[in-house]
């Protein structure tokens, strides 16, 4: 399983027409081969710091929706919307658990897998680049 995060800084007169964009590219993606799920998170200091959080079945699925058209219009929005560049990482998830209870996890301890692989990407894109949309 594949997880991308980008965590981005909207400029705060931009803020809803951002909110807009994710909510398409959501929409968009609920079609797509190999989407697990995408969420979007704000940061609890900073209304403006924005979390996307997408999980795919695999890298292969993954590249196909960094290709796709709606993700290079995502690109161009971010462009114009974001203050500074976001960060985007990319982690590959060996192995998981799912815990049923949140009383299952007092008192637990949790091992890490020695195959756990973290890979942060800088995608090809100049972000500062700005450009406006007609």
Not at 5 to 19: D, G, M, Q, S, Y
Not at 65 to 82: C, D, N, P, T, W
Not at 114 to 122: L, W, Y
Request: proline share 2%; aromatic share 10%; glycine share 2%.
């Amino acid at each position: 399983m594949i997880l991308l995060t980008v965590e981005a800084k909207v400029n705060p007169n931009k803020r809803n027409e951002f909110l807009q964009v994710v909510n398409s590219l959501f929409n968009s993606n609920q079609n797509n081969f190999g989407y697990i799920s995408c969420n979007a998170y704000q940061n609890m200091q900073d209304p403006n710091s924005l979390y996307l959080v997408q999980f795919w079945e695999n890298n292969d699925l993954l590249n196909e929706h960094l290709q796709s058209e709606m993700f290079i219009v995502f690109v161009g929005a971010m462009k114009i919307l974001l203050k500074g560049e976001p960060v985007v990482e990319i982690h590959t998830i060996y192995e998981s658990e799912t815990i049923r209870s949140i009383d299952d996890l007092i008192g637990r301890t949790f091992e890490s897998s020695s195959v756990t692989k973290q890979n942060k990407i800088m995608l090809d894109i100049d972000w500062s680049e700005k450009k406006t949309v007609n």
